[in-house]
């Protein structure tokens, strides 16, 4: 059974920094991995997907990258803004019985602080 | 990437009565998937729900308290039935296959007092 954990729960910084959201996954047999972007209170926006065949996608400041043999994968924000105060979550797409769900993280709490 | 309505945003209920939360997506989808989402805890997958079969429900969620419907490849409906405190949730739909990215609604945020 897939587990994902997302190491620091909270994080806060001041404006400006450089930082990295870890996740971890337990299954390396996975499709895909997917970071998503929670303001409090409402929906999901997906920021970055990575193929189980990539090692990293780019987005504007954010950088996603995925060691499957190694069960990890990091998003790198870089020079952080107030406006990037939010919970950031991980999920992985498992490939076992052609399940499309995913399995999600519980979260790191971004605080910028300005 | 697929958009989805979904509706209510938010709703106060009493114990014991149901709500039947919507989400309609822009574009036809073989598989559409229900998550709740517990004050402080992350997603978890209710059930998947498939147009023209039964919904798929995880380990732990039940058809009679969370019944499902998917008339068409554009449109479901997740119930929510004789609510009780505990399921004070948010109520989330996701669509997404292949290797595309997965989308999601913009939740229903249920209360129960």
């Known amino acids: 059974k897939q587990e994902v954990t997302q190491i620091p729960a909270a994080l806060s910084v001041p404006e400006g920094e450089n930082l990295v959201l870890n996740c971890s996954f337990t299954?390396?047999?996975?499709?895909?991995l997917q970071w998503f972007r929670q303001d409090p209170g409402k929906g999901l926006t997906s920021l970055l997907l990575i193929q189980s065949s990539q090692r990293e996608q780019t987005s504007g400041r954010l950088n996603a990258s995925l060691d499957k043999s190694s069960g990890r994968s990091t998003l790198y924000i870089a020079a952080s803004q107030p406006g990037d105060s939010a919970t950031y979550l991980c999920a992985a797409r498992g490939t076992q019985g052609g399940s499309e769900k995913l399995v999600f993280g519980k979260g790191t709490k971004l605080t910028v602080n300005p | 990437s697929a958009v989805i309505s979904q509706k209510p945003s938010r709703d106060i209920c009493q114990r014991g009565t149901s709500l039947t939360i919507q989400c309609q997506v822009d574009?036809?989808?073989?598989?559409m998937f229900w998550y709740r989402q517990q004050p402080g805890q992350s997603l978890t997958l209710i059930a998947t729900?498939?147009?023209?079969?039964?919904?798929?429900?995880e380990s732990g969620f039940v058809i009679d308290k969370f019944p499902i419907s998917r008339p068409n490849l554009t449109f479901s409906t997740l119930t929510v039935s004789n609510m009780s405190p505990e399921d004070s949730s948010i109520y989330l739909c996701?669509?997404?296959?292949?290797?595309?990215?997965?989308?999601f609604g913009s939740g229903t945020r249920l209360t129960v007092v």
């Open positions: 299954d390396s047999a996975i499709y895909n």
């Open positions: 729900a498939n147009q023209g079969s039964e919904a798929t429900y």
């Open positions: 996701s669509v997404g296959s292949g290797k595309a990215d997965y989308t």
């Open positions: 574009s036809q989808v073989t598989m």
